[in-house]
């Protein structure tokens, strides 16, 4: 018995020693804790590239001291904590309930990139996080437990957020009656922080205020209200967007001024219900601007929407008003007021199954006098549902009372109508359609004696777009069937006058096709253009059927665009036909166009141009006509420049001009060129067989350079070779220079080894045989009148020659006087060794010749030398048509080709 007891007083002896032992150690265990954490934390939360300090000042049953903590993140964002005090009772604890938190800093440093993709995640987050709960069913809380939380008082000293774009100063407090956070916010490039002030209140208020200094940016008060079945909620805020405009670039770069958003809303939850359905709204919101200049040619005026979305009860449809007032926009260069105007209306169902949203916007243009000049209608019928939406946009547009003449456009009035449909589906698919396009009637503008109709045009018939806006692709970005515009046929008329005949131009139908085509550098379009204008006239000129069509390329690579073309023109019933490429860049404003004229048959009749003989005087027999270019340009500040580089071809040309003159066998080149960008120079080179007048001048060569300035004010020509063979001898100009600049021009002519046998032979009636050679010179002086030959003179070579002159009206004149008698006498055989003429030309054809002989007639007086003056009056018009008429010319040239 003694002994048992004595093993009974061991044991407890023992067991008290070792509770005792347990308690000390349990006591002691935060202590041993804390070298071990301080070891092993930093190791566990940091990593070799992104390493961790941390240091537990001390740790306890009750109490944590983390002295200080430094995180550094995977994506470069850095955490610092100091100074952490985390109270608790070890029994609440047990409960998952803490006591207080005390932390005098914490700094977060977000480089740019971490803060975008934070954003982005929060935004797709949210996103996700809605249509999960979309009319889902919903359980709200009893908003006390909204605001609990596991610790009774947290108080943070001091919250350091960094980021390139702004930084924040902040303080937070929370406990069980309200939770506020409050500081500066130092946004990048702004001189002053804002003052952020955030609080929530147990009673369910709230307020947010943002400021800087005395300046209000963004004040919002609301109120959460619960009972049983409901939850309600009112909110009334203001936004200063003009002040923000005017911190924020963002803001600043909008088109519009804003001034001032106010909103006020009432909203009632069911506890337990589904949204959207179950939600009763009562909202209206209104957004005001001030006047301002939007920039250097608009100065905004005025302008107010109001918004009010309403839901009167859990089974009411949502109902959805827009009013714009009347938004004022001035335009003080063209002296106008642009108005514009917004009605839209719209319902839902409850559950936001399907919403119809419907209206009108308009837009109106009005002068200085309030006259409207422009007016823009469109009546937008929109339906939506969760997987997609339709839109029917019905238009109407207006161009009236001559504003389109002032802003330089040939229009009197112009309108378009017609509607666009579109469609896009929860995946992203989108489409635009229009089966019959937009139509429009152009009124050009009045010309004096011109009958204009209207003309019309179709604009995007059949249109058909399609794309994908998510797609990775670009090509499944966008999709185009050809866009096309055309042009109804059209007749322009100006009826004659006593001033000019009918002026007619047959405008046949047109279209422009183009296929745009988006790419990673940005839009290719490849177009179809195709003009026709029918045989028409303009003031009694006959114009040829014309055509140009060909592909077009308009590029948008790389903000660089270009247009580009491979066009083809042909008129005169394809008999001529022109092959042009051309490209301008539009960015550098310079371009360039190369063109080729195929060999076109030189006949009226061929070209379908019968009364261009008649009107030009000029009837072609043969030839062709072709040429070749290049032509650049350049925009300048005080225009363009132009720079040609053309030649142009004639071939085998036969022709007859006014009944008068005929041409044979002659060709033309001409060259236009500007070399460094100075002057125009025409090169020309012409050549013939024959040139008849009356008298046939054969082998002809002629070479000439004329120089133009930019302005094109006056002609310089300079014929520096120019050379024909002439009755037996040769015409010859060393140089002829013309200025368009002087009121008269001169040069002079040489004339070498005339046959006066074939001076004779002109007349064979005339009863003169003659023989010899002349030289001379002719002084050319071209007047306002015409040309003139003031002085000239022609010589006798030696040895000289015999002039033969008998003939019954010889006869007639020596009967008539005796010393003309003499004379003729004398001229029967007279051999002459001196031989000089006066020659005197008028403007008007008059020719005057002084002729002076010195020789003998032997059979005369024993052939005693004589000296004997003769003066002939001619004119030379008259006498080369007697020529025409006596050699038939005419008709024999025109029979050769025949």
């Known amino acids: ?18 509770a005792g032992l347990l308690v000390l150690l349990l006591a002691a265990l935060p202590s041993l804790l804390q070298p071990a954490l301080n070891h092993w934390l930093p190791t566990l939360l940091g990593s070799t590239e992104h390493p961790a300090t941390l240091h537990i000042a001390r740790l306890s049953w009750n109490r944590l001291h983390l002295q200080h903590l430094q995180l550094s993140l995977a ?69 006390s437990q909204w605001l609990q939380l596991p610790l009774q008082q947290l108080r943070i000293d001091r ?9 924040a100063t902040l303080q937070a407090s929370v406990n069980q009656q309200q939770w506020r956070l409050h500081g500066d916010v130092q946004l990048t490039g702004l001189s002053a922080p804002w003052q952020l002030e955030l609080q929530l209140q147990s009673s369910g208020q709230w307020l947010l205020l943002l400021a800087e200094q005395s300046q209000l940016l963004l004040q919002q008060y609301g109120m959460v209200e619960q009972d049983t079945d409901h939850t309600r909620l009112q909110l009334d805020q203001r936004l200063e967007l003009a002040a923000l405009s005017e911190r924020l670039p963002q803001l600043a770069g909008l088109p519009l001024p804003l001034g001032q958003l106010l909103a006020k809303a009432t909203l009632q939850l069911p506890n337990n219900g589904v949204l959207p359905r179950d939600l009763q709204l009562t909202s209206a919101s209104t957004l005001t601007t001030i006047a301002r200049p939007l920039h250097a040619t608009a100065h905004w005026q005025s302008g107010e929407w109001l918004l009010s979305v309403t839901k009167e009860q859990p089974a009411s449809d949502w109902l959805l008003h827009l009013q714009g007032m009347p938004q004022q926009i001035r335009l003080p260069a063209a002296d106008l007021h642009l108005q514009a105007s917004q009605q839209l209306q719209g319902r839902c169902h409850a559950d936001l199954s399907h919403c119809h949203l419907h209206g009108q916007l308009q837009q109106q243009l009005h002068n200085s006098a309030g006259i409207s000049v422009a007016n823009l209608q469109l009546q ?82 059949q249109l058909a777009a399609e794309g994908n806006l998510y797609a990775t692709q670009v090509g499944e970005q966008l999709r185009v069937a050809p ?65 140009l069509q060909g592909p077009l390329q308009w590029r948008q690579l790389d903000k660089q665009p270009l247009l580009t073309g491979q066009l083809q023109l042909q008129a005169a019933r394809q008999q001529l036909q022109l092959r042009l490429n051309l490209q301008h860049d539009v960015s ?79 060709n033309a080149l001409l060259a236009l060129r500007r070399p460094f960008q100075g002057d125009y120079l025409l090169d020309a080179q012409f050549s013939g067989q024959k040139l008849n007048p009356g008298i046939e001048l054969s082998n002809l060569l002629a070479r000439s350079q ?12 300079e014929i520096y070779e120019m050379h024909t063979d002439l009755l037996g001898g040769r015409i010859h100009t060393p140089l002829i220079r013309y200025d368009s600049r002087r009121e008269i021009n001169s040069f002079g002519i040489e004339i070498s080894r005339i046959q006066l046998g074939q001076i004779a032979a002109l007349e064979p009636g005339s009863g003169v045989q003659a023989n010899g050679t002349l030289d001379g010179l002719l002084p050319i002086v071209l007047t306002p009148q015409g040309p003139q030959i003031p002085a000239g003179n022609l010589f006798a070579r030696d040895p000289g020659g015999v002039i033969r002159y008998q003939s019954p009206a010889a006869d007639a004149l020596g009967q008539s006087d005796q010393s003309v008698g003499l004379a003729m006498q004398i001229l029967e055989n007279f051999h002459y060794n001196q031989l000089q003429t006066g020659v005197l030309y008028q403007p008007d054809g008059q020719l005057d010749l002084a002729l002076q002989f010195q020789g003998k007639n032997p059979d005369f007086f024993g052939g005693q030398a004589t000296h004997l003056n003769v003066n002939l009056e001619y004119n030379l018009l008259d006498f080369l048509e007697s020529l025409r008429v006596t050699q038939d010319v005419i008709t024999r040239l025109e029979e050769k080709y025949q």
């Open 706 to 717: 004329t120089r133009i300035p930019a302005d094109l004010s006056w002609a310089q020509i």
């Open 159 to 167: 919250i350091l957020l960094q980021h390139p774009a702004a930084s």
């Open 1 to 18: 018995m003694t002994q048992g007891l004595r093993w009974l007083r061991i044991t407890a002896i023992s067991l008290g020693l070792t």
């Open 380 to 461: 937008p019928d929109l339906h939506w549902q969760p997987d997609g939406l339709t839109l029917q946009l019905p238009l109407q547009a207006q161009l009236q009372n001559g504003q389109a003449l002032q802003a330089g456009l040939p229009l009197q009035q112009a309108s378009l109508q017609g509607t666009l449909s579109a469609a896009l589906d929860a995946a992203g698919n989108w489409q635009l359609h229009s089966e019959q396009g937009l139509t429009s009637q152009l009124q050009l503008a009045a010309l004096p004696g011109w009958q204009l109709p209207p003309l019309a045009l179709t604009l995007l018939p």
């Open 75 to 143: 994506d470069g964002s850095q955490l610092q904590l100091h100074n952490l005090h985390l109270n608790w009772h070890p029994a609440e604890l047990l409960q998952g309930r803490l006591r207080e938190l005390q932390l005098q800093e914490i700094r977060l440093s977000l480089p740019a990139p971490s803060a975008e993709k934070l954003a982005k995640a929060a935004a797709a987050n949210a996103g996700e996080r809605v249509r999960e709960q979309f009319n889902q069913a919903i359980s709200i809380p009893p908003f």
């Open 588 to 666: 550098a404003g310079r371009g360039n166009l190369q063109w080729h004229l195929n060999d076109t048959p030189l006949n009226w009749d061929s070209l379908n141009l019968s009364s261009m003989a008649a009107l030009t005087k000029i009837q072609f027999l043969s030839g062709h006509l072709a040429g070749q270019g290049w032509v650049d340009w350049q925009q300048q500040q005080d225009g363009w420049l132009v720079t040609p580089d053309i030649s142009l071809r004639a071939d085998n040309l036969s022709a007859i001009y006014d009944n008068s003159v005929a041409l044979e066998g002659w």
């Open 483 to 547: 866009l096309r515009l055309q042009l109804q046929p059209a007749t322009l008329r100006q009826p004659a006058n006593r001033h000019h005949a009918t002026t007619e131009l047959q405008l046949q139908a047109s279209t422009l096709q183009c296929r745009p085509t988006l790419t990673r550098r940005g839009l290719l379009s490849r177009c179809e253009l195709s003009l026709a204008l029918g045989p028409s006239s303009f003031q009694g000129w006959p114009i040829p059927d014309v055509q």
